[in-house]
């Protein structure tokens, strides 16, 4: 895979990690998401009574994008769920990692950096993100009684998003692409 197209697919992830951000926040203010409408160019292409029918898929492609994103910049998780880990081997036949950029691997250690939380709560967000997403994903929107969850993956989100910009566009000197389809307005 070219840089060009790396690129292009890491603007892709952010968008729905975007998403889920937008959507944990949403469930977190308790906002009400009513009627859902989608619109490209001019034309409405879907109109619905409820947003219900797209939340689940909001968070299930955001978690799944978080798991993705942390892969790509060197970070995993245990097989039990619960280490994160720093890949010590380039990444498997097939798979793109960021030194596919020219950059270098960043260490799971890297998460005390991020500015938004202290480490330990960090850490944690991300282990329980990506063991939602690695088990069948994310059903927290069906029942707003489950809420528990919605802290941490939102705090991942954003975490995810923090390391991107610093270690993949900082790095290359880049300005991120448009992403924030969601949050931005």
């Not at 952010?14 to 944990?24: E, I, M, P, S, T």
């Not at 260490?107 to 480490?119: D, G, N, R």
Request: charge should be neutral.
């Amino acid at each position: 895979m070219n840089r060009e197209a790396i690129l292009d697919h890491l603007g892709y992830g952010l968008a729905h990690v975007d998403g889920l951000r937008w959507l944990c926040e949403q469930l977190l203010a308790g906002i009400p998401i009513g009627p859902a409408r989608i619109i490209v160019g001019n034309r409405e292409m879907i109109a619905r009574g409820t947003f219900a029918y797209i939340q689940n898929p909001i968070a299930e492609s955001g978690l799944i994008y978080c798991r993705k994103l942390l892969e790509f910049l060197g970070i995993k998780l245990d097989r039990d769920g619960q280490v994160l880990y720093s890949r010590t081997s380039a990444p498997a036949d097939g798979d793109v990692g960021i030194e596919h950029l020219g950059v270098q691997r960043v260490p799971a250690t890297a998460i005390a950096a991020v500015p938004i939380a202290p480490e330990p709560e960090l850490r944690e967000a991300c282990m329980h993100t990506l063991r939602s997403a690695n088990k069948g994903v994310a059903h927290f929107t069906v029942d707003r009684g489950e809420q528990s969850s919605v802290p941490k993956i939102l705090l991942c989100a954003k975490t995810v998003t923090w390391l991107v910009e610093k270690h993949v566009y900082k790095e290359l000197q880049m300005d991120p692409p448009f992403y924030r389809v969601w949050t931005a307005g």
